[in-house]
């Protein structure tokens, strides 16, 4: 019968949908403290402070220190700017910040601990949250 088909040329298609759950093994959140002082070294110490209570967070979470990424301490200068938005010489304050980063296979933990997240804001943290898509 197939080579009936084939020789008088006619083709048979098929068209279907099938859907299948997905259940991921793999969550990750990223943060970032900034803190923000016309004094550089005052500003790395508030961060240093809030280091501890972001590690104490994600600890209380059930993360290992080994589980959480730390990126290095990156600081920024912004200058004053004028009324016409142009910008001077003159060091209004300093911008301290620093990521963080956990990747594990809970991910169920991983989202709560992202979405109880504001507690850190409560506590004086300037955080900013990132999850990836």
């Known amino acids: 019968s197939f080579e009936k088909v084939q020789i008088r040329d006619q083709v048979v298609s098929v068209k279907g949908y099938a859907e299948l759950p997905i259940v991921s093994d793999r969550a990750e959140w990223s943060a970032r403290i900034v803190e923000r002082n016309a004094d550089r070294t005052h500003a790395y110490l508030k961060l240093t402070e809030h ?79 990132f999850v990836a898509p």
């Open 51 to 129: 280091r501890a209570q972001m590690m104490g967070y994600l600890e209380s979470r059930g993360f290992t220190r080994e589980q959480v990424s730390l990126g290095p301490v990156h600081i920024n200068e912004v200058n004053i700017r004028t009324d016409k938005g142009l910008e001077t010489n003159t060091i209004e304050f300093y911008e301290v910040s620093q990521f963080y980063s956990i990747t594990s296979p809970n991910v169920e933990a991983v989202s709560q601990a992202a979405r109880d997240s504001g507690e850190l804001i409560g506590l004086g943290l300037s955080l900013q949250s």
